[in-house]
């Protein structure tokens, strides 16, 4: 979705990536420069100096609590989406196609999904207790909208030639779904994954934050932990970026695996 | 295309139907199990009323609850969405114009929308104290994200044709800006705010939650610690209903700008 529309700029063209790699290398640097001076200037009590974050964030490489801590969120976020998927888009394939179904569940979903789920993560632990069964609800209950709506809205998107097409030819209803209606839904399906995994990994670390250590480990409990007493600003910031790595990380993946699997969507992407 | 009045005030209607018999069919499941948990509809909608709605008069009904913890979290959206519009939406457009800038500063728009929002309040709880400084703080810093990416990509993709209509009439570049990019922009500008949003009170909950002494996130904190479960349930259905009014809001508000947008538009052909 990031990737440049070709029509729309032709300077990114003439310039060509090179160029465009070695300009965004020198805003970061040029940004890390200024923040360094900012934090020259400002009391470090206040805001703590960018080298002094970095080296944090280095150091924390090597620190095995938070490589754990790490290793966990990653956990609840691949078996969050995946209980995710394999509940939304079966459901979402049936609500798609059936009319009727798709009316009433509509009006339910209209009033449900403007609860904030973050605000749902004390009522799950008071329900479930702590720990990674809660996470896991959470983030199912979370990422259920996006995969939802967009399976409906890639059947919504389904070419009715081919699937006539089909049927004069004497394919049953299920044959279709399975050869016409879920490739191209497919696509769409992986934009709601994208989206979902955003929410996921803000879930996992909102509910370790707010929970604590008592929910495990997690990236959100470690901050948790660095923030308790006499907060350790720096400490806080290194995990932050680390935070920022992962999601960039976790999106370039499910970007990569898009381009490898759905290849007939190549085109739009 | 245009769907007659009648049948959408039906669809209204049917939707509320199908929500009426959804609360009904909770209240009747509540009152035959007695959980704990999931309280009758009946015994959260008192819990509001008195809560909130059983004020004097003269102070519209409102409690000293309300004025207390339901206007502050309002409030403290309302500033945090201003900021960010006020901040996003002109520098959006500058950035979208140009392609050396947006070069530039790319890597560090990506990576600060790739962090997850919630590391943000730990952060901001950290650098200023805990009140409606640091709320809104995170609340800016979670909702700018969408805003200034929608709105550099809709200032980018300005159509070549309109461009250069605009130069062949000989248009300043204050009319230039106002008469075609801004109104070009504006679709991809509503995408970003309909996003910000709905972020903006996930936010506020959960500023509220981590860190405040007021707000419907801190009555949702006390009402879980003290087990009240009608009072966290009341306090889970207002958000339900602030978020549901500030969609309508936003739908409103992208009907009355665009429909002008899309009659301009006819004109100008």
């Known amino acids: ?269 | 295309m245009r769907i007659p009045g009648w049948l959408r005030w039906l669809g209204w209607i049917r939707q509320w139907l199908v929500l009426a018999i959804a609360v009904w069919l909770w209240q009747e499941w509540a009152n035959s199990r007695q959980s704990t948990f999931f309280p009758p509809p009946s015994t959260i909608l008192s819990q509001m009323h008195q809560q909130w709605f059983s004020g004097p008069a003269a102070h519209l009904f409102l409690t000293s609850d309300a004025t207390g913890n339901v206007v502050p979290s309002v409030v403290r959206i309302l500033i945090g969405l201003a900021i960010s519009i006020a901040i996003a939406i002109p520098l959006g457009i500058a950035l979208g114009r140009s392609a050396v800038v947006t070069g530039f500063l790319d890597p560090l728009l990506q990576f600060a929308r790739a962090i997850p929002v919630v590391t943000a309040a730990p952060v901001f709880l950290a650098l200023f104290q805990l009140g409606t400084q640091m709320e809104v703080a995170t609340i800016v810093a979670g909702t700018i994200w969408p805003l200034l990416l929608n709105t550099i990509d809709g200032a980018r993709t300005v159509g070549a044709l309109h461009l250069e209509t605009a130069t062949v009439f000989r248009l300043s570049r204050w009319e230039r800006l106002t008469k075609v990019i801004i109104p070009s922009a504006l679709p991809k500008i509503f995408t970003g705010l309909r996003l910000s949003v709905s972020l903006s009170l996930i936010l506020m909950v959960y500023s509220e939650l981590v860190g405040s002494s007021n707000g419907i996130g801190y009555e949702m904190n006390s009402a879980s610690n003290s087990f009240d479960l009608p009072e966290f349930w009341a306090t889970l259905v207002l958000l339900a209903i602030l978020g549901y009014l500030m969609n309508v809001i936003v739908d409103g508000v992208e009907k009355l700008t665009l429909s002008w947008h899309r009659g301009a538009k006819r004109f100008a052909r």
């Open chain 1, 1 to 269: 979705m990031s990737s440049e529309p070709a029509a729309a700029s032709p300077r990114s063209v003439r310039f060509g990536v090179p160029v465009q790699w070695s300009r965004g290398a020198i805003g970061v640097v040029v940004f890390l420069v200024l923040a360094e001076l900012a934090g020259l200037a400002i009391p470090s009590s206040v805001l703590p100096r960018m080298s002094t974050v970095l080296g944090q964030a280095a150091q924390l490489v090597t620190n095995g609590q938070f490589i754990a801590d790490v290793g966990a969120t990653l956990e609840s976020w691949v078996l969050g989406l995946a209980i995710t998927v394999v509940i939304a888009v079966p459901l979402g394939l049936l609500l798609g196609s059936v009319p009727g179904v798709r009316f009433f569940t509509r009006a339910i979903v209209e009033f449900l999904r403007p609860i904030p789920s973050v605000a749902l993560i004390l009522l799950v632990s008071l329900v479930l207790g702590s720990g990674m069964r809660m996470t896991l609800t959470l983030i199912v209950y979370g990422c259920m909208w996006p995969i939802l709506y967009n399976t409906i809205a890639g059947l919504d998107d389904v070419d009715p030639v081919a699937k006539e097409t089909l049927r004069a030819f004497g394919f049953g209803r299920l044959s279709i779904a399975w050869r016409v209606s879920l490739p191209s839904a497919l696509p769409f399906i992986a934009t709601g994954l994208r989206i979902a995994s955003a929410v996921a990994l803000i879930l996992s670390i909102g509910a370790g934050y707010i929970i604590g250590g008592l929910n495990g480990p997690g990236i959100g409990t470690f901050i948790a932990n660095a923030s308790t007493g006499t907060s350790d600003t720096p400490q806080i910031l290194a995990a932050t970026l680390w935070a920022g790595i992962l999601g960039l990380v976790l999106n370039a993946v499910l970007t990569w695996a898009e381009r490898r699997l759905l290849p007939w969507h190549k085109a739009s992407l």
